[in-house]
T-cell receptor, first 116, second 110 residues
Framework: AQTVTQSQPEMSVQEAETVTLSCTYDTSESDYYLFWYKQPPSRQMILVIRQEAYKQQNATENRFSVNFQKAAKSFSLKISDSQLGDAAMYFCAYRSRREYGNKLVFGAGTILRVKS | EAQVTQNPRYLITVTGKKLTVTCSQNMNHEYMSWYRQDPGLGLRQIYYSMNVEVTDKGDVPEGYKVSRKEKRNFPLILESPSPNQTSLYFC?????????FGPGTRLTVL
């Protein structure tokens, strides 16, 4: 079974600085998706960024980018120019392309605090 | 507006009293899922459905039931809730791409 590990329960960053959240995963498959979700205090799950495993190029969405290392099974999220609105719980998630039901496998989450 | 709705948003109940959490989506998605979120565990899939009348167990199905009589609705049923089902519950729907999540239901079982 696939597993996702986020080893940092909490992280802090100063406003306007850069922070990297770590994620590792375990799978025997070669074709899958990886995601980062943001959960602010409102509890809404918001998709931040998505990476397809067959793409070598790292995904980027404005201030958010990933470092996808397929051989190392590592998928870290970099947030540049951090803003107060980035404070939230961040979840890393995996989805197999073959899995029935589109199941997402989540890590335990990392709480990101942004200091002004 | 494309959305997934859940009701109720908050629920406090007692052990053994049957309850249903409703979920509805307006995007004509085939796939729908229920997840529960617990501290230190992230979100875990309870049940999923690939289409009307097609449902299957996820990773933590014990104590839950679901049904999919219409494409848009996917209710979660707890026939005899217990305190270990106190959690935050999310419904999600998708076609073959991004999953859309509902706003969550905070359930407390006393």
């Amino acid at each position: 079974a696939q597993t996702v590990t986020q080893s940092q329960p909490e992280m802090s960053v100063q406003e306007a600085e850069t922070v990297t959240l770590s994620c590792t995963y375990d799978t025997s498959e070669s074709d899958y998706y990886l995601f980062w979700y943001k959960q602010p205090p409102s509890r809404q799950m918001i998709l931040v960024i998505r990476q397809e495993a067959y793409k070598q190029q790292n995904a980027t969405e404005n201030r958010f980018s990933v470092n996808f290392q397929k051989a190392a099974k590592s998928f870290s999220l970099k947030i540049s120019d951090s803003q107060l609105g980035d404070a939230a719980m961040y979840f890393c998630a995996y989805r197999s392309r073959r899995e029935y039901g589109n199941k997402l496998v989540f890590g335990a989450g990392t709480i990101l605090r942004v200091k002004s | 507006e494309a959305q997934v709705t859940q009701n109720p948003r908050y629920l406090i109940t007692v052990t053994g009293k049957k309850l249903t959490v409703t979920c509805s989506q307006n995007m004509n998605h085939e796939y729908m899922s229920w997840y529960r979120q617990d501290p230190g565990l992230g979100l875990r899939q309870i049940y999923y459905s690939m289409n009307v009348e097609v449902t299957d167990k996820g990773d933590v199905p014990e104590g839950y039931k679901v049904s999919r009589k219409e494409k848009r609705n996917f209710p979660l049923i707890l026939e005899s809730p217990s305190p270990n089902q106190t959690s935050l519950y999310f419904c999600a729907s998708s076609s073959h791409g991004e999953q859309f999540f509902g706003p969550g239901t905070r359930l407390t079982v006393l």
